[in-house]
């Protein structure tokens, strides 16, 4: 049976101690650190932090500001150094799993897309690899359709599991905003799936709303995950406290 974990994203503006008391008291077997802004702490801090807790923990490694793609040198740098630190981090409290975004078109890799797209396949081997290093496992998110999207429609994440072998965090909202339907990003992806992110919109933006209120025809969605014998993590990436709480409720019935 899969776990039903929640990202801490909801809570950003909140310290980690007050998000995962809150979180645990919403009876969340897992918990998936956003490490951005106050949840990007120190090992030492947050492994202090789960220390009361028996959650699986999983970990969103940065990409505010972040390109794996990108043109400039120190930027690109930065962007590499932040996720390995992240993913040091991740390692050393024995998380589940990290996720990490796939690099996107800056407006100057828009006019030297080929160029884009060897930066970031250069960029997830490296990543890859570090991981690798760290006996930790990690997944790459599917983009969203929009700006400076990479790789999020369902032939480019297929050609890029086939070349490299990454495994894949399947985020249903962004698979929803492209033009395969869900069964068909599953189906396809299979096996590479090992985490992914749920919430909903109607298909033109990524809106990350409540399950239920958008188009995402949910029980299409998990039919198809139980095809292909999903059994991990389900996680609810949600903007709001209230809109974590009606997802639960929403969507435990529904778990095989």
């Not at 930065?78 to 993913?87: D, M, N, Q, T």
């Not at 799993?97 to 250069?122: C, D, I, K």
């Not at 429609?153 to 985020?171: A, F, H, N, P, R």
Request: charged share 20%; proline share 4%; net charge negative.
């Amino acid at each position: 049976m899969p776990i039903l974990a929640a990202s801490t994203l909801p809570y950003l503006t909140l310290p980690l101690p007050s998000t995962l008391q809150c979180i645990s008291e919403l009876g969340f077997e897992g918990v998936e650190i956003y490490f951005e802004g106050l949840h990007n702490m120190s090992a030492e801090d947050v492994s202090d932090t789960l220390s009361t807790y028996d959650f699986k923990v999983y970990l969103h490694a940065p990409f505010s500001d972040l390109n794996l793609a990108s043109f400039n040198e120190t930027v690109l740098a930065e962007s590499k150094k932040r996720i390995k630190s992240a993913l040091e981090t991740a390692a050393s409290v024995s998380a589940v799993l990290a996720t990490v975004h796939f690099g996107r078109y800056s407006p100057l890799g828009l006019s030297y897309p080929e160029s884009a797209v060897e930066n970031n396949l250069a960029s997830i081997g490296e990543i890859n690899s570090f991981a690798e290093s760290l006996g930790l496992n990690i997944a790459f998110e599917n983009s969203p359709s929009g700006f400076g999207a990479m790789c999020g429609s369902l032939d480019v994440l297929k050609d890029i599991v086939e070349t490299t072998g990454i495994k894949i965090t399947l985020d249903i909202g962004h698979a929803n905003t492209w033009e395969n339907t869900l069964p068909e990003f599953i189906e396809t992806l299979d096996s590479a799936i090992v985490h992914t992110h749920l919430h909903d919109n109607s298909g033109g933006s990524d809106d990350h709303h409540s399950l239920g209120t958008g188009s995402i025809d949910y029980r299409v969605a998990l039919g198809a995950l139980q095809k292909i014998n999903y059994k991990k993590a389900l996680c609810l990436e949600l903007l709001y406290e209230e809109d974590l709480k009606a997802s639960l409720d929403w969507i435990r019935p529904k778990i095989w």
